[in-house]
């Protein structure tokens, strides 16, 4: 998408906020299957999760946070 992998459950707006910063990295992604995620809603509960860059090399930083409910 616009030159970067975006792997996961991916909210919108750090989608939005990558194609508009457009960082110097190869995509964006969420590891696992957090409850509360696009994808992965729950009238019950959401889990705070953070949405990471990573580059070719393998190097991850943490580009923005969503916070839940529980």
């Known amino acids: 998408m616009g030159g970067y992998t975006v ?13 508009k910063e457009r960082p110097q990295v190869a995509g964006i992604a969420v590891p696992g299957m957090p409850l509360g995620s696009p994808g992965m809603e ?25 916070e839940g409910d529980g």
Do not use: C, D, M, N
């Open 7 to 19: 792997e996961g459950h991916i909210p919108v707006s750090a989608i939005q906020r990558l194609l």
């Open 42 to 66: 729950s009238p019950f509960k959401t889990e705070s999760y953070t949405v990471f860059t990573f580059t070719e090399s393998g190097r991850t930083q943490a580009f923005q946070t969503v």
